[in-house]
C-alpha cells in the first residue's frame, strides 16, 4: 500500500525519508514540489497528486507536509488517515512535531514508522501498544539508558496486540488512580452581514485523561443523552450497549484519548455566545476606509468570555490599518493583509472595541467584498449545547478513583460575514 | 582522525547523541558522494538521480563512514548501537551507506534488541543491494523463526521477508508456511502480511501463496483477517470463490478487527458482493421490511422460487454484510466510515443508502485532507441522490477560509443539490460568494449559477438578470465568466432575450477579456436577425479594430461578418470583404485558412463549389445548447472511495466492481462445508465447532434486528424501546432453558430407545439446523435427496424427509412424554420462538452432552419447532399477521396425544402386555418402513425371557425385528421399535410375538395417515404438484366441519392427528393444505380444505394412491366433524 514516506519542510526540502518496499527515488517528489509551486497557498496543494509510475498522496500538519508514495490502487482516506495517525504518534511521543523535533529524534522516528507499517500495511497504530514497543524519549530515561545499557525498545510483544483490548496494556499501575473527562464542544458558525445566523452547528469532543490501576470498566451516562446526533467513538466503547441504553461503557487505553465526538442534532438552536457590531466600509474615490468593530456578549448563560481573538483577511487593496482597540492589542500583517486583534475577555459593562481608518492603495478602485471576521473564543464551565454527564461508575477494580469533568466552549469555524 | 572519533564515541556517547542532528549534517558530503557514486543501482526506479547527488561535488571524505565502521566492528556494545543509529540517521536523509553493509551485518545476531532493530532497518534498506553479504544474516532469520518468543518469531520473518534477495525464496515460502501455521495469531499476521512481500519479489510462486491464503482465510483469528484479505487483494483478487466459505465469518468479524483491516476487508466484500447478489435496486421491487422478514418465515421451503418471484427478496447475507459494517459508521476513522459508505451507496437497496449521510457529513469537520476526498465522493453521490444531503445543504456552505478546492467542491455540491424548493436560498449564499475576493472561486460561483439556471426553469430569467448585472463588475474575469454563462444560457432559449443582447452590446467596449468579447460576438452573429440594426453597427467597430484582438475574437469577427453577409449583404458587403482582406493576411494561419472557407463559401464566384448553395444552411444552422452538467458526473464509474474515483482516472491494479448479476449465483457455497460423518448418527465435533459459527450468525442478525427496530422508531424513544425488548428477551431465555429441560427431561423418562435412533435423530436435527440457514444447500448428499424427493422421484430418504418435516409427528410425542400439562409446555414453547439464540444454544447443550439419554422423539422436535418459530416470530414483530399465519400452527403442538393401540393384551399374553404407537419418525432401518415403537410390560410374576419376533403372515412382510429381549422382569417394560413395510396398504402386518414359553399371534393395523411422511414445499411447489395430479387422482368432498374446528389451528391440529403430513404454509386464510408422501413408493399426496360459509369445507386430496386418498379422505372427514 503505502511504498515510501517522505517529509518536506516549509521550504521544501525532504528531511526524512522511509522507504517499505524497494526505494523509490526522491526526484518524484518534483511532481509534488510543482503542484506546490502552482498552488498560492499552502494548503490549496491538492492531497492526491497522480504522476506517471506513482500515485503522492499527501498530508499538511505542522507546516511539514507528509508525502506518502502509493503505487496502486488504495482508498486515498486510508493513507490520509494514517498519515494523520503517525503526526499524531509523533506529538504523542516528541510533545511538538516540528522539523527540528523530528530531526532529533530520528531513530526514535524510524523505530516507530518500522513498527507502525509493515509492508505499506498498518501493523501497529494504537498509542498504548507503540509505547510497549518503543518508549517515548526522555531526558531521564536518556540518560539511564546511556548508563545503564538498557534501551527504548521492547523485547516482549506488547500484551494488547493479542488481547481483545488491544488499546490497552496491561500492568498498569498508579499511585493516584486519576481520570479525567473534558467535554469540548465548538460552534461553527456562519454570520451574515444583519447579524443573522446563516448556519450554526455544535460539534463537540469528550477528550479523557485516564491513569488507572489495572483493567478499569467504566460506565459514564449523560443526563441528556438525546442532545448527541451522531457519534464516533474511540474503539473502546460498546456500540451495542450505547445503542441500547445511551450509556458509554468501556475499558479505557491507558493516558490520554478521544473517548467521543459528536455533533448536536440540528433541530437544537445553537445559541451564539457573541455578537459582533461592524462597520466596514471603502468609499469610491477615496484612499480612505473605516473600520468601526465592537463586540459583546449574547447568550454566555451568565458565563465570561474569555481569549477572544478576532481576525480578518483584509482586502489586497488595504495598505495599512490604523487602528485603536479599547482594549487588548491589534496586528496587522501588511504583506498578508491579515488582521488579528487579541481582545481577551469581554466585559459586558465596557464592550471592547476597535475602531479607526485603513489606508487604501491610491487609484485603487473600492474593493468588491467586505472582509469576513473570524473569532475564536472560550467559556469555560459550560457546555453550550446543555450536554452535561450524570456520572463516571467503575468496575472492575477496588480502589475509589479520582473523577473530575471539565466543560469547556470554544468557537469553532466561527465567521461573521460583513 | 579515525582514533579521534572513536575516542570521542566511548569517552562521550551520550553527548554525541545529543548533538546527533549537528553531526549528519557535517556528514553530507561524504554519504552523498557515495550515493553519487553507486547510483547505477537498480533499485531507484524512479526517474533521474536523487537530489542528494548534488552534494557530490563538496568534499569527498570517506573517513567518517570508516568511523562508523569501526565503531560497529568494536565490542562495545554502546558504540555499536550508538554507530547504527547514525547509520539510520543516515538512512533516514537518504544518504547512502551501503558501503557499511559487511560491518552491519555481523551484528545481526546481537543481544540487544534495540541494535537489532536497527540492524533489521539497515537489512531491509540495502540486501537488495548487497544480496550476497545479506545471505550471511540468513541462518539468524532461520533460527529466530524457531525462538519461543512469539515476538521475536514475528520480527525475524518480517525482516526475513522483506530482504528483496530472489535466492532466498524457497526460505521464504518455507518461512511463510510455518508461520502460517504458528501458534500465535501475531505469527501468522506477519505471515499474511509476507505473503504480499515474496509475491512481488517472485510472482511465480502465486499457486503456492494462494493455498497459503486460502488456509489463513479460515483462521478465526480478528488478528489475522485484515492481513489476509489485504493479501488476497494483493495475490488473488480474482480467486473470489476463496471467499465464499468464509463470507459470513468475515461479516461476523469484521467489527472486531482492527480499523485498517476493516477498510481492506470491506472494500473486498463489496467487491464481492456484487458478484454474487442480485441488484437490490430492480425497479418496482419492494424494499420493505416484511418482504426480507418474509423470506426467513419459508425458510424451510424452497426458496428459489422465492427468487425468482417478482418481489425481489435479499439474500439472507447480503443483509448480513449490510447489518454488521453499519456500527463502522460510528468509527473514529475516516477510511473506515467511507469504506462502509461507499459500501452501502453500491450495495445497499436505494432507501437505506441514506444512513450513510450523517457520518460523512460528520468527516466533513475532519482535516482538510479528509474534507477533500469526502466532498469529491458526496459529490459524486448529490448527482444520482439530491434526497441523500440536502437536509445537510447548510454544511456545504463555503467558509472564507476553506482552501480553495475544498471551495470548489463544496459550490459543486450546493449546484447538484439545488431544486425548486431550495434554489432561492442557493441563489443567495451564491450572491455572496461572487463578491469573494478569490476571484477565481468567484467565476467558479458564476459558472455554478449558470447551471443551476439550466436546470430549473423557474429562475432561469432571475439567474440571467443577475449575470447581467454582473456584467458591469468590475473585475475582469467575472464579467468574462458571466458573458460565457449568459451566452450559454441564451443558447438554451434565444427568444425572449433580444434586449440582453443588446444590453451586451453596449457593454462590449468596456470588456477586454478575450473569451467574453468572442461570446459576445458570436452571440451577436448568431442571433443577428434578433439584432439587426445593432448588429452591422458591432461590426464596424471591429472592422476598426480588428488587428488589435486575440485570435479567439478575430475568429468571431470574421464568423459575425459571414452571418451578416448571409442576412443582410446589403449593409455589411464592404465590411464583410475588408475584414477578409485583413484576415487574409493575418499572421495566424488558422484565421487565414478561416477567411479563405468563408470567403469561398460566402461570395460568389464562378470557381466557388457547390457549398455556396448551402452557406445559409452551414452557418445559420440551428446549434444545439450546451449542457451544463457537473464535473463529476462521469466519476460514477468509478468505485467510491478509491484513488481512481479522486483522480478520475483509471489507477494501476484498481479492481473493476462488476455489476449485478442477473441471476443470483449459487447461494449454499458459503455454507460452510462440514465433514460428512460416514454414518449419519455418528456425532461429530467437527459440526459443533462449525455450529458455533452459525450460532454467531443468528444471534448477531437477531441483535441487529432489535437495532433497527429501535431505528425505526426514531432515536427519541429508541433507549426504551430496545431496553424493554432486551428485558423481554432476558426472561424469554429463561422460560426457554426451563423448557428445555422439561423437554430433556421427558426425553430421559422414555428410556430404552436404542442410542443409534437418537443420534441419529441428533444428526437430523442438525441438518435439520443447516437446511434452515440455508435451504438451497446441496452439498450434502442428505439433502440433496430430499431436494429428489420433493420433485416427486427418487426413493424416500427417511433422513431427508425428516428434516425436511415440520415435525409435526415428534411434537405429539412431547407432548406425551412431558406429562399432562402440555399447555404449560406449550406455552414456554411459543416464548422460545422469539430468541433464537438461546435456542441455538441449548440446542448445541443437547446435542454434545445428552447424547446417551435421548429418546429420539423428543430431541427432534423441541428444537425443530423453536427453530422453525424463531424465525417466523422475528418475521412477526411489527408485522401484520395475514401473511404468515397459517404457517404458525405447524410450531405450535397443538393437537393431543398420540394414539397408542393395543397389540397384545396381558391376559392374552399370559402376563405380556403390548402396546404400540407410530412414533411418526422416519425409519432408521430401510427408508420405506414405517417406525414402530412397541411398548412391552411384563404384569406378571415372573420373569419373561428371549422375548421376540416369530414367524409373519403373509411371510412376504418385510419386518424389521427389535432385537431379542433377554430378560423382562415383573413389573418392568421395555420399549423396542421396529420397521414395518406396509407397502402402502392398510393391510394389517400379522406376526407371532414369542417369549421362551410362548407365541402370540398379534397383528398391527396402520392407520392409513400413519403411512405418509411429512413433506415441506412452498404454496407455488403444491399448486404446481395438485395441478400435475387431477383427475383420476384428485378426490374431493365437501364435508361438514364441526364448529370448533373453524380455526387454521385446530384444523392443523386435527388434520395432523390423523395423518403424517406437514403444514405448507398459505398466503390464503381460508385454504389449508399439507403435503406428505407415502412411505413406501413416495407418492405424494396433496391435501388440501377449502373453507366455506356455515362450517362446511371442500376437502380435496390430489395422490396417485386413489385407495388411500379415499380412506383418508374418510378418516379426516370424520376427524373434522367432531369437536
Known amino acids: ?418 | 582522525m579515525n582514533s579521534l572519533q572513536v575516542e570521542r564515541g566511548a569517552e562521550d556517547v551520550y553527548l554525541s547523541r545529543m548533538s546527533t542532528g549537528a553531526s549528519y549534517n557535517d556528514q553530507g558530503g561524504a554519504e552523498a558522494a557515495v550515493e553519487a557514486g553507486q547510483e547505477s543501482t537498480p533499485t531507484s526506479s524512479g526517474a533521474g538521480a536523487g537530489a542528494g547527488a548534488a552534494f557530490g561535488l563538496f568534499s569527498t571524505d570517506f573517513k567518517k563512514n570508516e568511523d562508523l565502521k569501526e565503531m560497529l566492528e568494536s565490542n562495545k556494545e554502546s558504540l555499536k548501537l550508538e554507530a547504527m543509529k547514525r547509520v539510520v540517521g543516515l538512512i533516514a536523509k537518504g544518504k547512502n551507506a551501503s558501503e557499511l553493509f559487511p560491518a552491519v551485518v555481523k551484528n545481526v545476531a546481537n543481544k540487544n534488541i534495540e541494535l537489532k532493530k536497527l540492524v533489521y532497518v539497515y537489512l531491509v534498506r540495502y540486501a537488495e543491494e548487497q544480496q550476497d553479504l545479506a545471505l550471511l544474516s540468513i541462518s539468524t532469520f532461520q533460527r529466530a523463526l524457531k525462538d519461543p518468543n512469539q515476538f521475536i518469531r514475528a520480527s525475524a520473518l518480517r525482516v526475513l521477508s522483506s530482504i528483496r534477495v530472489p535466492i532466498i525464496v524457497p526460505i521464504m515460502m518455507l518461512a511463510i508456511k510455518e508461520s502460517a501455521a504458528d501458534m500465535s495469531p501475531y505469527v501468522r499476521k506477519t505471515s499474511a502480511h509476507a505473503i504480499q512481500k515474496l509475491y512481488s519479489l517472485d510472482p511465480d510462486q502465486k499457486e503456492q501463496l494462494i493455498e497459503v491464503i486460502e488456509k489463513l482465510l479460515k483462521d478465526k483469528s480478528t488478528l489475522v483477517a485484515g492481513s489476509v484479505v489485504m493479501a488476497f487483494e494483493e495475490v488473488c483478487p480474482d480467486r473470489i470463490d476463496l471467499i465464499h466459505k468464509n463470507y459470513r465469518k468475515l461479516c461476523n468479524l469484521l467489527v472486531d478487527v482492527e480499523e485498517w483491516g476493516q477498510v481492506v476487508i470491506i472494500s473486498m466484500l463489496t467487491r464481492y458482493a456484487r458478484t454474487q447478489f442480485i441488484s437490490p435496486w430492480k425497479e418496482g421491487a419492494m424494499f420493505d421490511e416484511n418482504n426480507e422478514k418474509a423470506f426467513y418465515d419459508s425458510d424451510s421451503e424452497e426458496k428459489k422460487d422465492q427468487m425468482e418471484a417478482k418481489t425481489y427478496i435479499m439474500d439472507p447475507d447480503h443483509r448480513l454484510l449490510l447489518r454488521n459494517t453499519k456500527p463502522l459508521l460510528q468509527s473514529r476513522n475516516t477510511a473506515v466510515v467511507m469504506s462502509v459508505a461507499q459500501l452501502y451507496w453500491h450495495l445497499a437497496p436505494k432507501h437505506e443508502v441514506t444512513i450513510v449521510t450523517k457520518s460523512l457529513v460528520r468527516l466533513l469537520r475532519s482535516h482538510r485532507e479528509v474534507q477533500y476526498i469526502v466532498l469529491q465522493n458526496i459529490a459524486t453521490m448529490s448527482i444520482q441522490r439530491k434526497g441523500m444531503f440536502e437536509p445537510f445543504m447548510k454544511s456545504f456552505y463555503v467558509r472564507s477560509t476553506d482552501s480553495t478546492h475544498i471551495k470548489t467542491l463544496k459550490l459543486e455540491i450546493l449546484t447538484n443539490l439545488a431544486n425548486e424548493a431550495n434554489i432561492s436560498t442557493i441563489l443567495r449564499e451564491f450572491q455572496t460568494y461572487v463578491k469573494s475576493q478569490d476571484k477565481a472561486f468567484a467565476a467558479a460561483t458564476i459558472q455554478a449559477i449558470g447551471r443551476c439556471a439550466t436546470n430549473i426553469s423557474e429562475v432561469t430569467d432571475t439567474c440571467l438578470n443577475g449575470l447581467v448585472l454582473l456584467l458591469s463588475n468590475r473585475d475582469e474575469t467575472v464579467v468574462a465568466e458571466s458573458v460565457v454563462v449568459i451566452k450559454k444560457l441564451l443558447q438554451t432559449q434565444p427568444t425572449q432575450h433580444s434586449e440582453i443582447i443588446k444590453h451586451m452590446a453596449k457593454l462590449f467596449d468596456n470588456i477586454t477579456v478575450p473569451m467574453a468579447r468572442a461570446s459576445i460576438l458570436w452571440l451577436m452573429g448568431e442571433y443577428c436577425e434578433r439584432v439587426p440594426k445593432i448588429a452591422p453597427d458591432v461590426l464596424r467597430k471591429m472592422a476598426k479594430t480588428f488587428t488589435a484582438e486575440e485570435d479567439i475574437v478575430k475568429l468571431q469577427i470574421v464568423n459575425l461578418a459571414a452571418k451578416l453577409y448571409l442576412t443582410n449583404s446589403k449593409q455589411t458587403k464592404l465590411l464583410t470583404q475588408y475584414i477578409l482582406n485583413l484576415g487574409k493576411y493575418d499572421q495566424n494561419y488558422d484565421i487565414r485558412d478561416r477567411t479563405r472557407f468563408i470567403r469561398q463559401l460566402i461570395v460568389p464566384s464562378e470557381k466557388s463549389g457547390a457549398l455556396n448553395k448551402y452557406a445559409r444552411r452551414i452557418l445559420l444552422a440551428p446549434k444545439p445548447a450546451p449542457v451544463l452538467e457537473s464535473a463529476f458526473k462521469d466519476r460514477d464509474r468509478y468505485q467510491l472511495g478509491t484513488l481512481s474515483h479522486s483522480l478520475n482516472t483509471k489507477a494501476s491494479g484498481y479492481q473493476e466492481l462488476s455489476d449485478w448479476p442477473a441471476v443470483a449465483p449459487d447461494q449454499s457455497v458459503r455454507n460452510v462445508e462440514v465433514i460428512e460423518p460416514v454414518k449419519e448418527w455418528a456425532p461429530l465435533v467437527g459440526k459443533a465447532k462449525q455450529r458455533k459459527s452459525d450460532e454467531k450468525f443468528y444471534s448477531d442478525e437477531e441483535e441487529e434486528k432489535e437495532e433497527e427496530g429501535s431505528d425505526s422508531s426514531g432515536s427519541e424513544d429508541s433507549s426504551s424501546s430496545s431496553s424493554s425488548s432486551e428485558s423481554g428477551s432476558e426472561s424469554e431465555e429463561e422460560s426457554s432453558e426451563e423448557s428445555e429441560k422439561t423437554s430433556s427431561d421427558s426425553g430421559k423418562s422414555s428410556s430404552g430407545s436404542e442410542q443409534e435412533s437418537s443420534s441419529e435423530s441428533e444428526s437430523q436435527q442438525k441438518k435439520k439446523k443447516k437446511t434452515k440457514k440455508a435451504p438451497q444447500k446441496k452439498s450434502k448428499p442428505a439433502a440433496a435427496d430430499s431436494d429428489s424427493d420433493e420433485n416427486g422421484n427418487g426413493p424416500v430418504a427417511p433422513a431427508s424427509s425428516s428434516s425436511a418435516d415440520s415435525s409435526s409427528a415428534s411434537e405429539t410425542d412431547s407432548e406425551d412424554d412431558s406429562d399432562s400439562d402440555s399447555p404449560a409446555v406449550q406455552k414456554k414453547k411459543s416464548d422460545v420462538k422469539s430468541k433464537p439464540k438461546v435456542e441455538v444454544k441449548s440446542k448445541k447443550e443437547v446435542s454434545l452432552l445428552d447424547l446417551d439419554d435421548f429418546s429420539p422423539a423428543p430431541t427432534t422436535k423441541a428444537p425443530k419447532s423453536a427453530v422453525l418459530s424463531s424465525s417466523l416470530l422475528s418475521d412477526l414483530e411489527g408485522l401484520s399477521l395475514s401473511n404468515v399465519s397459517p404457517a404458525i400452527q405447524v410450531t405450535t403442538p397443538s393437537f393431543g396425544p398420540v394414539k397408542t393401540y393395543e397389540l397384545l393384551h396381558h391376559m392374552t399374553g399370559k402376563g405380556l402386555s403390548a402396546k404400540y404407537h407410530f412414533p411418526r419418525q422416519p425409519c432408521l432401518y430401510q427408508p420405506s418402513m414405517v417406525a414402530v415403537q412397541v411398548v412391552l410390560t411384563n404384569s406378571s410374576d415372573h420373569s419373561l425371557e428371549e422375548i421376540h419376533i416369530g414367524d409373519r403372515n403373509p411371510a412376504s412382510l418385510n419386518l424389521h425385528c427389535f432385537n431379542t429381549i433377554e430378560r423382562l422382569e415383573p413389573e418392568a417394560s421395555v420399549t423396542v421399535s421396529m420397521g414395518i413395510d406396509f407397502s402402502d396398504s392398510t393391510q394389517a402386518a400379522n406376526f407371532q410375538l414369542c417369549t421362551k414359553d410362548d407365541q402370540f399371534s398379534v397383528s398391527i393395523q396402520p392407520a392409513v395417515g400413519e403411512l405418509f411422511m411429512p413433506i415441506t414445499m412452498t404454496e407455488q411447489d403444491f399448486s404446481k404438484e395438485q395441478g400435475k395430479l387431477l383427475g383420476m387422482n384428485e378426490t374431493s368432498e365437501t364435508i361438514a366441519m364441526a364448529t370448533a374446528n373453524t380455526s387454521s389451528q385446530a384444523i392443523s391440529k386435527q388434520v395432523l392427528s390423523v395423518a403424517n403430513v406437514g403444514v405448507v404454509s398459505s398466503t390464503q386464510n381460508n385454504i389449508h393444505r399439507f403435503a406428505g408422501r407415502t412411505v413406501s413408493s413416495g407418492a405424494l399426496v396433496l391435501v388440501s380444505l377449502e373453507m366455506k360459509e356455515s362450517s362446511s369445507a371442500l376437502l380435496t386430496i390430489n395422490t396417485e394412491k386413489s385407495v388411500m386418498a379415499s380412506m383418508l379422505l374418510r378418516d379426516l372427514k370424520q376427524a373434522l366433524a367432531q369437536a
Open chain 1, 1 to 418: 500500500m503505502i511504498h515510501s514516506l517522505f517529509l518536506v519542510n516549509a521550504s521544501g526540502d525532504i528531511f526524512l525519508e522511509k522507504h517499505w518496499k524497494s526505494v523509490v527515488s526522491r526526484s518524484v517528489c518534483d511532481y509534488f514540489f510543482e503542484a506546490q509551486e502552482r498552488a498560492t497557498e499552502p494548503e490549496n496543494v491538492p492531497p492526491v497528486i497522480p504522476t506517471p509510475h506513482h500515485y503522492l498522496i499527501s498530508v499538511l500538519r505542522h507546516r511539514i507536509y507528509f508525502v506518502a508514495v502509493i503505487q496502486s490502487e488504495v482508498p486515498p482516506l486510508f493513507v490520509i488517515e494514517f498519515l494523520h495517525r503517525v503526526v499524531d504518534t509523533f506529538q504523542d511521543y516528541f510533545g511538538v512535531c516540528t522539523e527540528a523535533a523530528i530531526k532529533d529524534n530520528v531513530v526514535v522516528v524510524y523505530e516507530l514508522l518500522e513498527e507502525m507499517l509493515d509492508n505499506g500495511f498498518p501493523l501497529a497504530t494504537e498509542s498504548n501498544i507503540l509505547k510497549e514497543l518503543i518508549k517515548p524519549p526522555t531526558i531521564l530515561r536518556t540518560m539511564v539508558n546511556t548508563i545503564t545499557g538498557s534501551t527504548n525498545v521492547g523485547e516482549q510483544l506488547p500484551t494488547g496486540q493479542l488481547s481483545v483490548v488491544p488499546w490497552r496494556r496491561t500492568g498498569v499501575k498508579y499511585t493516584n488512580n486519576e481520570a479525567y473527562f473534558d467535554v469540548v464542544e465548538e460552534i461553527d458558525a456562519i454570520i451574515d452581514k444583519s447579524g443573522s445566523t446563516i448556519t450554526a452547528e455544535i460539534q463537540g469532543v469528550i477528550d479523557a485523561c485516564v491513569k488507572l490501576t489495572g483493567m478499569p470498566d467504566l460506565t459514564l451516562s449523560f443526563m441528556n443523552p438525546r442532545l448527541l446526533d451522531d457519534v464516533s467513538f474511540h474503539p473502546c466503547v460498546r456500540f451495542k450497549r450505547w445503542e441500547a441504553e445511551r450509556i458509554l461503557s468501556f475499558i479505557p487505553p491507558d493516558g490520554n484519548f478521544r473517548l467521543l465526538s459528536y455533533h448536536v442534532s440540528s433541530q437544537n438552536l445553537v445559541a451564539i455566545p457573541v455578537y459582533v457590531k461592524h462597520n466596514i466600509s471603502f468609499r469610491e474615490g477615496s484612499s480612505q476606509g473605516r473600520f468601526d468593530l465592537t463586540l459583546g456578549p449574547k447568550q454566555t448563560m451568565g458565563k465570561a468570555v474569555e481569549s477572544v481573538l478576532v481576525s480578518s483577511q483584509l482586502p489586497r487593496g488595504v495598505l495599512n490599518a490604523n487602528l485603536n482597540p479599547s482594549q487588548g492589542t491589534y496586528t496587522f500583517d501588511p504583506v498578508t493583509k491579515m488582521l488579528t486583534w487579541d481582545v481577551g475577555k469581554i466585559n459586558p459593562q465596557k464592550l471592547p472595541s476597535l475602531k479607526g481608518t485603513m489606508s487604501l492603495q491610491a487609484g485603487a478602485s473600492k474593493p468588491d467584498e467586505n472582509p469576513t471576521i473570524n473569532i475564536q473564543l472560550k467559556i469555560q464551565q459550560m457546555a453550550i449545547s446543555g450536554l452535561k454527564v450524570n456520572r463516571l461508575d467503575m468496575y472492575g477494580e477496588k480502589y475509589k478513583p479520582f473523577k473530575g469533568i471539565k466543560y469547556m466552549t470554544k468557537a469553532g469555524k466561527f465567521q461573521v460575514r460583513t
